[in-house]
């Protein structure tokens, strides 16, 4: 059966509105038509604001030029992120310090951890201070969360500004997990600056750098650059490394419900 364009549109969004994501290769197969058929329709649909493009598929529109709220961005890729933070928090051991960027992938790792002692969290997300917080108290790690000061950003549950820039310059870390907002030809991005400059300082001043990315960053750009790939030591995310990575592949790991 051949289907109109507009038969596909409609086919497309349906999907989109009852899952969430959807697969390029899922819509050319369900539909009978070449790939770079379903890429025109997503790039189309884009240019229309009725989705936005992702490695590989398409979500639901959001607009890349302002990030969208904490809470709202919290249930984006919920389920990607929570198994990229199951991970994450592996990494973390007895007698480290360690750095937590904000975002909402890196929010959920003290869910995940689980007797783990004597741990220095040190953080400008205000939402990861309180999940580490409970970690402590529900006793699944013993330690000390330590929220930097600074400016609060209620759009991020964050703090961040000079203040928060000069308390991290006098300190080092064991390991830092690390949030984007998009990677780019192996550049790293964010939305905002001052949580860039924040997410950079503790990249500087750590020994391993673990880099918590869904899929959904892969190839996209937004306003500032943090760093180069180069400068993690470990790079989650939900899928496996694409062709296009492929120097990276050492560094990358796939989180497939919490398996590694």
């Known amino acids: 059966m051949t289907y109109a364009k507009i038969e596909r549109f409609e086919f497309i969004l349906k999907q989109l509105e009852t899952v969430g994501k959807i697969i390029v290769a899922n819509i050319a197969e369900e539909l009978q038509v070449a ?7 997503f790039d189309e649909l884009e240019q229309q ?11 639901k529109y959001t607009n ?8 709202r961005k919290l ?10 933070a199951r991970l994450a928090a592996r990494r973390i051991c007895d007698g480290d310090t360690i750095a937590v960027d904000t975002g909402t992938t890196t929010v959920h790792i003290a869910d995940f951890i689980m007797a783990v002692n004597d741990i220095t969290v040190v953080t400008n ?4 201070a309180v999940q580490f917080n409970l970690a402590i108290e529900e006793r699944r790690m013993t330690g000390k969360v330590i929220l930097l000061g600074g400016t609060t950003n209620p759009r991020q549950s964050s ?9 991290l310059g006098n300190m080092n870390f064991d390991k830092a997990f690390l949030s984007c907002g998009g990677i780019s030809e192996g550049v790293i991005y964010d939305y905002d600056l001052d949580e860039s400059l924040i997410s950079k300082k503790m990249l500087d001043h750590s020994k391993m750098n673990y880099l918590l990315a869904d899929a959904s960053k892969l190839n996209g750009r ?39």
């Open 222 to 260: 937004s306003f500032y650059q943090i760093c180069h790939i180069e400068e993690c030591t470990e790079i989650f995310c939900d899928i496996a490394c694409p062709l296009e990575w492929l120097a990276f592949e050492e560094k990358w790991t796939e989180c497939n419900g919490g398996k590694s």
């Open 64 to 71: 890349v030029r302002n990030e969208p709220a904490f809470l």
């Open 159 to 167: 703090v961040a500004g000079a203040m928060t820039l000069e308390l």
């Open 35 to 41: 790939p770079e058929t379903i890429r025109r329709d």
């Open 49 to 59: 604001h009725l989705l936005t493009r992702v490695h590989g598929g398409a979500i």
């Open 125 to 128: 997300s205000i939402a990861a």
């Open 75 to 84: 249930q984006m890729q919920k389920e990607a992120k929570r198994n990229i």
